[in-house]
């Protein structure tokens, strides 16, 4: 069966540039997580959705982040304009509606110079 | 503010050793806890534990809760050196949904 997809997997791009990540889901699956990693804070969630709906959106850093989810099967998160700070891993997570546990992407490495 | 305390931050041991990893924790109100493990990419599920005093096993891991002093323990007996990772406790509280807390996690290696 095929896991949560994200892509790309490595981003590297200017400050300033838009930046887009992609996650698909697990099919069947109807809660979506958007989360960060560093080494200095761990693991943050940033948003969650549930039936493609914002539920809770507190752990987004700032304006310049935004996350969307159109349908079932895709979920974006973008950042614009892109700062240096924002260098982290990026992780998606999908689980069954209000349920546990949730499964992981593999991340999208993205790096601002 | 929900709040998860893995320990130790890091550990190093050899082949065939025993090891232990803490997790505490402090929720408003609690569902479940859970334990990930991450090697170079995407956390991996190991157990669920929602009850006290109930051990969960899968091979060499074991993970037991305790809800009254509010931690748990992964152990991992016989170690390899595929066991070296990062491994992740979280906590699901009720009132947040399904939102998991993460644990700032403990790194262990395990040397041949």
């Known amino acids: 069966d095929a896991g949560v997809i994200q892509s790309p997997r490595h981003e590297v791009t200017e400050m300033g540039q838009e930046v887009t990540l992609r996650c698909k889901p697990i099919s069947g699956h109807n809660s979506l997580f958007w989360y960060r990693q560093t080494m200095m804070r761990g693991l943050e969630l940033l948003i969650y959705f549930n039936n493609n709906v914002p539920i809770d959106d507190s752990g987004m850093p700032e304006d310049r982040f935004s996350a969307k989810m159109p349908n079932a099967s895709f979920s974006t998160l973008k950042i614009q304009p892109s700062e240096p700070r924002d260098s982290a891993v990026y992780f998606c997570?999908?689980?069954?509606?209000?349920?546990?546990?949730?499964?992981f992407g593999d991340g999208t490495r993205l790096s601002i110079l | 503010e929900d709040k998860v305390v893995q320990s130790p931050l890091s550990l190093v041991v050899h082949e065939g050793d025993t090891v232990t990893l803490n997790c505490s924790y402090e929720v408003t109100n609690f569902r479940s806890l859970l334990w990930y493990k991450q090697e170079k990419k995407a956390p991996t599920f190991l157990f669920m534990l929602?009850?006290?005093?109930i051990e969960k096993k899968s091979g060499r891991l074991s993970s037991i809760l305790d809800k009254k002093e509010l931690f748990s323990i992964l152990n991992i007996t016989a170690t390899q050196t595929g066991d070296s990772a990062v491994y992740l406790c979280a906590v699901e509280a009720p009132n947040a949904g399904n939102m998991l807390t993460f644990g700032g996690g403990t790194r262990l290696m395990v040397k041949p």
């Open positions: 929602t009850s006290s005093g």
């Open positions: 997570a999908s689980s069954e509606l209000g349920g546990q546990p949730q499964h």
